[in-house]
């Protein structure tokens, strides 16, 4: 099959992410991935540095008639059998372009974030008729997509987002060398987080841990992995100013954004997913690929993924004091620890597989495809 995949976010975070990576899978199921993006964006230099077919397009707001234009054009010339998007905006661009372009192919949707905004209007309802299938990447985006999208419930479906269990394997990473580069001891303790730098992700609440943690245990380190995203630095001033305002400059340490994720999470011994409400959690995901015990926020998609007393501890989220305690069990037992590390990578390997979950994305590929031909 041909798949045209579009993704027109400016921003760099795991949808932007998961959208490459999705390309580059089905590549390697023998299968042929194009990517619409937007120009000048990390999502369009990764994409080309990994050897992704790219398509620019600029597209803002639901009124694109140029953009429409073109995407008709790329359309038509280019033979596809299925359009995917993993940015629900993009269908305000896509739908017109399809009927300009007066293709049939099948269209579907991955519903990467929920929405407060109920969308049963004519204008939606005229955008979302055209979708084959909405796929929601966790139950409660499923849910959401039900209550404010003009969906049938035969059109929508679950497919969780993935993590190539191969690529983030225990045995592959190197855990010494990032250690090293930050100065950790061997019998240091190492909290970690991965996020954007960007309000409801929980830093605030990460750093309050730290803060009464920290002096109870003499060999407990912090690392905090990320950036801030476009429009997201007023943000992350806030946080860099409240890591020293606790006067936690030496116990934890700020990476910056890194490529070499796999490495940087195998150098962690406890990893914290305090986000408020997110739609499925990837970084968690990948740290559970990981081997790594988690503390997650017993909220939204986290809840498809983390089994708590199994895999990891949940505990209330935005309640800091929670979070403090169930961090400071997992630092207090080692061997709870280990057995929770190996049942997380057991679980991502049986549920979250890339490779598995691509071909799900496949098998409903052919169904939309053969429902078209009927």
Same mark, same amino acid.
């Given at each position: 099959m041909k798949i045209l995949y579009s993704c027109? $976010?400016? $921003?760099?975070?795991?949808?932007?992410?998961?959208?490459?990576?999705? %390309?580059?899978?089905? !590549?390697?199921?023998g299968h042929e991935a194009e990517l619409i993006c937007y120009p000048g964006t990390r999502m369009e230099e990764d994409a080309v540095s990994k050897g992704v077919k790219v398509?620019?397009?600029? @597209?803002?707001?639901?009124? &694109?008639?140029?953009?429409?234009?073109?995407?008709?054009?790329?359309?038509?010339?280019?033979?596809?059998?299925?359009?995917?998007? !993993?940015? $629900?905006?993009?269908?305000?661009?896509?739908?017109?372009?399809?009927?300009? @372009?007066?293709?049939?192919?099948?269209?579907?949707?991955?519903? !990467?974030?929920?929405s407060f905004v109920v969308k049963k *209007?004519?204008?939606?309802?005229?955008?979302?008729?055209?979708?084959?299938?909405?796929? /929601?990447? $966790?139950? #409660? =985006?499923?849910?959401?997509?039900?209550?404010? %999208?003009?969906?049938?419930?035969?059109?929508?479906?679950?497919?969780?987002? @993935? #993590?190539?269990?191969?690529?983030?394997?225990? #045995?592959?990473? &190197?855990?010494?060398? =990032?250690?090293?580069?930050f100065g950790y001891k061997n019998d240091d303790i190492v909290v970690g987080m991965l996020a954007r730098f960007s309000q409801g992700k929980g830093h605030e609440d990460v750093l309050y841990a730290a803060k009464q943690l920290i002096p109870e245990f003499n060999n407990l380190r912090f690392m905090i992995v990320g950036e801030p995203s476009r429009g997201e630095d007023d943000y992350g001033n806030k946080i860099l100013s409240m890591h020293k305002e606790y006067e936690l400059e030496d116990k934890v340490k700020?990476?910056?954004?890194?490529?070499?994720?796999?490495?940087?999470?195998?150098?962690? *011994? =406890?990893?914290?997913?305090?986000?408020?409400?997110?739609?499925?959690?990837? /970084?968690?995901?990948?740290?559970?690929?990981?081997?790594?015990?988690?503390?997650?926020? /017993? @909220?939204?998609?986290?809840?498809?993924?983390? #089994?708590?007393?199994e895999t990891g501890w949940f505990f209330e989220a935005k309640n800091k004091d929670d979070l403090t305690e169930k961090l400071r069990k997992?630092?207090?037992?080692?061997?709870?620890?280990?057995?929770?590390?190996? &049942? /997380?990578?057991?679980?991502?390997?049986?549920?979250f597989d890339l490779a598995l979950l691509t071909d799900k994305a496949i098998s409903i590929y052919k169904a939309a495809i053969k429902k078209k031909e009927k």
């Open positions: 027109l $976010s400016k $921003s760099w975070g795991g949808m932007e992410m998961f959208a490459v990576t999705a %390309c580059i899978e089905l !590549q390697k199921k398509h620019p397009l600029k @597209a803002s707001g639901y009124f &694109n008639p140029v953009s429409i234009n073109k995407l008709a054009g790329i359309i038509r010339k280019g033979g596809f059998d299925v359009v995917h998007t !993993q940015y $629900s905006k993009d269908l305000w661009v896509l739908v017109p372009a399809l009927r300009l @372009a007066g293709s049939n192919i099948p269209l579907l949707m991955t519903k !990467q974030l929920g *209007d004519f204008l939606h309802r005229w955008v979302y008729k055209r979708l084959d299938y909405a796929l /929601a990447i $966790s139950k #409660v =985006i499923e849910k959401n997509l039900l209550d404010t %999208c003009p969906l049938d419930e035969s059109k929508v479906l679950l497919l969780h987002n @993935a #993590v190539d269990t191969n690529k983030f394997a225990p #045995v592959k990473a &190197n855990r010494n060398k =990032i250690r090293e580069e700020f990476t910056g954004f890194r490529n070499d994720t796999p490495d940087i999470i195998s150098a962690m *011994d =406890i990893f914290a997913f305090p986000s408020h409400n997110e739609a499925f959690g990837i /970084a968690l995901a990948e740290a559970m690929a990981m081997g790594k015990p988690v503390v997650a926020a /017993a @909220a939204d998609g986290v809840l498809d993924i983390n #089994v708590d007393g997992l630092i207090l037992s080692p061997k709870e620890r280990k057995i929770f590390g190996i &049942n /997380a990578r057991k679980r991502i390997i049986e549920h």
